[in-house]
Every structure is written in structure tokens, then in C-alpha cells.
């Protein structure tokens, strides 16, 4: 969110038809930017600011004493902190800086899931890391 300390820059670039040598995608770059919804996004830890955090009352939660983002010392990473309800998922994902590169889960229904409107399910997390599940039947 942008304010006075900080903003969000977005550099963007659009598919032409006309070059018919260009990758045929949009692409919308935010350096280390996770995204889970319109209220929960964030800067993204680095795997290795959870190799050298303090791990603490499970494995998935690690206190982050040096990362390579000073602002993030002293923050928690968790990846369950990144679960939603699934009637709120409709995108989330990460974009990253080095590579440049970043992936989006869009899920346009929800007849893929089980459990119902309010089941949570993980979305994405440091590594960097989307997930989805689907479930069919046979």
C-alpha cells in the first residue's frame, strides 16, 4: 500500500499481436511482491532468510534475524499466514526480481474444491511458492 515511507512501483509491458516474435504474455514486474489478496500483500522474505531465522514452535514458523531485507528483521514468516478462505481466493502469487520473473494463480470457479466456501487452503509462500489443489472425480 503506497504511503509517504513507501510505494508500490509497477513497471508493465503488454503483449503486441503485431510482433509475432514476443512471448505471447503480459508481464507486470514488483520485485519480491507476494500477493494473496487486496488486503494481505507483502514484500517477500527470501528462502535463505528462513534457513538463517530462528525456527520457533513448529518448523513452518521462523523468527527472521538477518534477511536480506533489513526491513524485514524481526518479522515471522509462516506460511499458514498466507491461507484463505476459498470463497476469498480468486488470484494470488509472487513476482521477484532476480530472475525476473513471477507466477499467478487466477481461479476464474470454484467447482474444482471441496470443503466449501470457508475451507482455507495455503496460497503461496517463500521459496517462492504457489499452490493450488484440485480434486476431480473419476
Request: aromatic share 10%; proline share 7%.
Amino acid at each position: 500500500m503506497d504511503s509517504e515511507n513507501q510505494a508500490e512501483i509497477s513497471f508493465k509491458s503488454t503483449w503486441n499481436t503485431s510482433e509475432s516474435d514476443e512471448l505471447p504474455l503480459n508481464s507486470d514486474i514488483r520485485f519480491h511482491y507476494m500477493a494473496v489478496s487486496d488486503e494481505r500483500q507483502r514484500v517477500m522474505p527470501m528462502p535463505e532468510d528462513r534457513e538463517t531465522g530462528k525456527v520457533l514452535g513448529y518448523k513452518e514458523a521462523v523468527l527472521l534475524t538477518n534477511p536480506t531485507n533489513p526491513d524485514l528483521k524481526g518479522e515471522v514468516d509462516d506460511k499458514y499466514f498466507y491461507a484463505n478462505d476459498n470463497k476469498e481466493d480468486r488470484i494470488h502469487g509472487w513476482v521477484g526480481a532476480n530472475p525476473p520473473v513471477g507466477f499467478w494463480m487466477i481461479i476464474t470457479c470454484d467447482e474444482f474444491r471441496t470443503g466449501g466456501p470457508y475451507k482455507q487452503d495455503l496460497t503461496s509462500h517463500v521459496g517462492p511458492t504457489v499452490l493450488s489443489v484440485s480434486v476431480g472425480i473419476n
